[in-house]
């Protein structure tokens, strides 16, 4: 008997295993099926799916290499025609079936790897690459993002006619933290502007790897100049960030407890949240406060307060009136919940005096209005 209660079962899935505790094949409620196959290290080589006509289903294959790293991936058809960006493999007893399949795809992600297992490029369909470069701690140093920067698609994956589309770097301290991302400005070449138009870009102001803050020229993209956008994070000795700097030096700035609780973020603009916990670790107080960008307006402050019972649950929630007054005393200012033994929150009294209860998650039973008036019952 399915969920649906229907007799016969109607909404069944079943799945099939191989010997090694292998998902070799699901069946759908419809019919439908999805079909897995392996090699002899568990590798998941091929998947077929849609109709059961093997000569009509949808099958991707997935290329190994001898250390297990994934090699290729192709696709399920040929679907510009063209021989160069395709390849063909054979699977011996593919999927059970005791015979040989031989299936021929587009390429759609060719990996390369160093000695170490580390991905160096990628190649897509196309011939477009992205190319890695690592520091010897392995890191990622250095991102590059190579293709065409126009006209019709390759029909090959040789890559000829690339040019350099992207390029990110990535910074480390000697705690292989991550302290700087910089992203080259430039124009790729070939790129031309039909109205032969200066392009320019100033920069913001944060120099690399250092706290002069003087990178702020403004250079002309079209002359073949290029620069940068930063973007740095400082992190304090227990590796908790502190400062989030963008490129024009706009600054979020992250408080801690001596717990590595946040106790207060303030933003660029010098807005600001503050959280207050109990003993427990529970968060009972946030207070945000709002400036103006106007010198004679104050800076408006919120405060939301919130209560737990001795299983840490929430049950109180308080927030400040109209007035901005918080009160425990006004109940249109107050959120009340309660639970069951199995801690599902089972009523809930709104600010707005409305009452909801139920009896498992996600399933009202009954609500009332503010004047306890039944408004639905399942």
Same mark, same amino acid.
């Given at each position: 008997?399915?969920?649906?209660?229907?007799?016969?079962?109607?909404?069944?899935?079943?799945?099939?295993?191989?010997?090694?505790?292998?998902?070799?094949?699901?069946?759908?409620?419809?019919?439908?099926?999805?079909?897995?196959?392996?090699?002899?290290?568990?590798?998941?080589?091929?998947?077929?799916?849609?109709?059961?006509?093997?000569? %009509?289903? !949808?099958?991707?294959?997935?290329?190994?290499?001898?250390?297990?790293?994934? +090699?290729?991936?192709?696709?399920?058809?040929?679907?510009?025609?063209?021989?160069?960006?395709?390849?063909?493999?054979?699977?011996?007893?593919?999927?059970?079936?005791?015979?040989?399949?031989?299936?021929?795809?587009?390429?759609?992600?060719?990996?390369?790897?160093?000695?170490?297992?580390?991905?160096?490029?990628?190649?897509?369909?196309?011939?477009?690459?992205?190319?890695?470069?690592?520091?010897?701690?392995?890191?990622?140093?250095?991102?590059?993002?190579?293709?065409?920067?126009?006209?019709?698609?390759?029909?090959?994956?040789?890559?000829?006619?690339?040019?350099?589309? !992207?390029?990110?770097?990535?910074?480390?301290?000697?705690?292989?933290?991550?302290?700087?991302?910089?992203?080259?400005?430039?124009?790729?070449?070939?790129?031309?502007?039909?109205?032969?138009?200066?392009?320019?870009?100033?920069?913001?102001?944060?120099?690399?790897?250092?706290?002069?803050?003087?990178?702020?020229?403004?250079?002309?993209?079209?002359?073949?100049?290029?620069?940068?956008?930063?973007?740095?994070?400082?992190?304090?000795?227990?590796?908790? %960030?502190?400062?989030?700097?963008?490129?024009?030096?706009?600054?979020?700035?992250?408080?801690?407890?001596?717990?590595?609780?946040?106790? +207060?973020?303030?933003?660029?603009?010098?807005?600001?949240?503050?959280?207050?916990?109990?003993?427990?670790?529970?968060?009972?107080?946030? +207070?945000?406060?709002? +400036?103006?960008?106007?010198?004679?307006?104050?800076?408006?402050?919120?405060?939301?307060?919130?209560?737990?019972?001795?299983?840490?649950?929430?049950?109180? %929630?308080?927030?400040?009136?109209?007035?901005?007054?918080?009160?425990?005393? !006004?109940?249109?200012?107050?959120?009340?919940? !309660?639970?069951?033994?199995?801690?599902?929150?089972?009523?809930?009294?709104?600010?707005?005096?409305?009452?909801?209860?139920?009896?498992?998650?996600?399933?009202?039973?009954?609500?009332?209005?503010?004047?306890?008036?039944?408004?639905?019952?399942?």
């Amino acid at each position: 008997l399915d969920a649906t209660g229907s007799t016969p079962s109607r909404l069944v899935t079943t799945w099939q295993y191989d010997r090694n505790g292998n998902r070799t094949k699901e069946t759908r409620p419809e019919g439908n099926t999805v079909e897995w196959d392996y090699d002899e290290r568990n590798l998941p080589i091929a998947e077929r799916r849609g109709v059961n006509d093997p000569t %009509v289903a !949808a099958t991707t294959v997935n290329v190994h290499d001898g250390n297990g790293n994934l +090699k290729e991936a192709i696709d399920a058809a040929d679907t510009d025609g063209s021989p160069g960006n395709n390849d063909t493999v054979t699977i011996q007893d593919a999927f059970g079936s005791g015979t040989a399949l031989v299936h021929t795809g587009d390429v759609e992600a060719e990996h390369v790897y160093d000695g170490y297992d580390r991905t160096v490029v990628t190649i897509d369909a196309v011939g477009g690459t992205t190319e890695r470069a690592y520091d010897p701690l392995g890191n990622v140093i250095r991102v590059e993002q190579k293709g065409q920067i126009g006209g019709p698609s390759a029909t090959d994956r040789s890559g000829f006619g690339n040019v350099l589309l !992207a390029r990110t770097h990535q910074y480390f301290d000697e705690g292989g933290r991550q302290y700087e991302t910089q992203r080259d400005v430039f124009l790729p070449s070939g790129v031309t502007l039909g109205s032969g138009r200066a392009v320019t870009h100033t920069e913001g102001g944060l120099l690399h790897n250092s706290a002069a803050n003087t990178h702020n020229a403004t250079v002309t993209l079209t002359a073949g100049q290029s620069t940068y956008v930063l973007e740095r994070t400082e992190l304090d000795r227990a590796s908790r %960030v502190t400062h989030q700097i963008s490129d024009d030096l706009g600054t979020i700035v992250t408080a801690y407890d001596g717990v590595n609780r946040v106790i +207060k973020v303030t933003d660029p603009e010098g807005n600001s949240e503050e959280t207050t916990y109990d003993a427990n670790g529970n968060g009972i107080q946030i +207070k945000r406060v709002d +400036k103006s960008q106007l010198a004679d307006v104050a800076d408006e402050v919120f405060i939301t307060k919130f209560a737990y019972d001795v299983m840490n649950r929430q049950t109180w %929630v308080e927030t400040q009136g109209p007035d901005g007054d918080i009160t425990t005393t !006004a109940d249109n200012q107050i959120t009340r919940i !309660a639970y069951n033994s199995r801690d599902l929150a089972t009523h809930c009294l709104h600010l707005d005096m409305s009452f909801h209860k139920a009896h498992t998650p996600g399933e009202m039973i009954e609500r009332l209005d503010g004047d306890v008036t039944a408004l639905t019952r399942s």
